[in-house]
C-alpha cells in the first residue's frame, strides 16, 4: 500500500501544470479551454489544415450562452476590442488574430467586458501556443 501511495505521489509532482484544457478532434484542431463559472474561453487551433486555409478561432461562452457582439478582452499587457459573431472570433484578419492571441499568451489574469458587464477570468498560465499567430 505504501509503495502504491508512494507511485501516485510522484506521479502526481510528476505531471505537468496545465492551466488550459487540451482536447484535439479526429480532424487534428486542437481546442485549449480555460473556464471559470461564468465564463470559457477556448482557442481553437488548426495545425493541419483541417479547414482550407487552416483557420483559428476563439470562441467565447458567458454563462453557457456564445458571446454576440462588441467585447474588449484584457491581460495584464494587452488589449483586445472587436465583435463576437454567435460566439466566435475567426482568424480571418491576421492582424486581428494575431492581437486577440497576443492576450491571451500575455497574461494569466484575463478580464472579459461585454454589454457593460466585466468577467475576470485566472487561467493560472498564458496560452501555451500561438495557434497560427507568428506573435
Not at 501511495?5 to 485549449?32: K, N, Q, V
Not at 482568424?91 to 500575455?106: G, P
Request: aromatic share 8%; with cysteine.
Amino acid at each position: 500500500m505504501k509503495a502504491l501511495i508512494a507511485a501516485c505521489s510522484i506521479a502526481l509532482c510528476a505531471a505537468p501544470a496545465f492551466a488550459w484544457d487540451e482536447a484535439t478532434d479526429f480532424r487534428g484542431l486542437h481546442f485549449y479551454t480555460a473556464s471559470s463559472d461564468s465564463i470559457a474561453l477556448t482557442a481553437v487551433c488548426d495545425p493541419g489544415g483541417a479547414f482550407i486555409p487552416p483557420t483559428n478561432h476563439l470562441q467565447i461562452e458567458i454563462h453557457g450562452q456564445p458571446l454576440e457582439g462588441p467585447y474588449t478582452l484584457k491581460s495584464g499587457a494587452d488589449t483586445f476590442t472587436g465583435t463576437m459573431i454567435a460566439g466566435a472570433a475567426i482568424s480571418r484578419e491576421d492582424a486581428e488574430w494575431k492581437d486577440i492571441v497576443a492576450v491571451l499568451r500575455s497574461g494569466s489574469e484575463l478580464e472579459l467586458t461585454s454589454a457593460d458587464q466585466t468577467y475576470q477570468l485566472d487561467t493560472e498560465a498564458p496560452l501555451p501556443v500561438t495557434c497560427g499567430a507568428e506573435v
